[in-house]
């Protein structure tokens, strides 16, 4: 089933995204040009991940997922340019920095939501 090729692109996103926010927040203290392209590459998945599952959705998943869902991408789509910003500018590196957390806990509900549909 096609759905199951987005559960594996959101779950590759969710190591990437997991690492940059971490690696970024405990081990390298900033965003480096590594950790910046994990979170482009575990951006793309999360746009491919989601584009699948919007597209071929079809069991009516939780309304939480659904709210969660869209929110977590919107969510991403932010917090990657704040990223792209981020190694130029020292304000936006601050930003991205007090942010990530935030944003990554949101994202890990919807993930989490997901995992929950049965
Ligand atoms: C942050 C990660 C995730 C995002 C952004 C996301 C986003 C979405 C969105 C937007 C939909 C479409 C809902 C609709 O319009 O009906 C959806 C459906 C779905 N998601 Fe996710 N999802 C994520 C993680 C997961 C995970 C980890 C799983 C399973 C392990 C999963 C399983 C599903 C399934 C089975 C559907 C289809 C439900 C239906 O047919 O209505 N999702 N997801």
Do not use: P
């Not at 940059?20 to 392209?37: C, D, H, P, S, Y």
């Not at 789509?77 to 007090?98: D, L, T």
Request: with cysteine; net charge positive.
């Amino acid at each position: 089933m096609i759905l199951y090729a987005g559960i594996i692109a959101i779950s590759i996103s969710a190591v990437l995204y997991t690492t940059t926010i971490w690696g970024e927040r405990f081990f390298i203290k900033e965003l480096n040009k590594a950790l910046f392209v994990l979170f482009a590459i575990g951006f793309l998945f999360d746009l491919l991940g989601t584009g699948i599952m919007t597209q071929y959705a079809t069991i009516n998943a939780d309304w939480k997922h659904i709210f969660f869902g869209r929110i977590a991408i919107l969510i991403m789509a932010i917090h990657f340019v704040f990223a792209c910003f981020a190694r130029k500018h020292k304000r936006m590196a601050a930003w991205f920095h007090n942010g990530s957390m935030f944003a990554w806990f949101i994202w890990m509900i919807a993930f989490v939501t997901g995992i929950m549909i049965k």
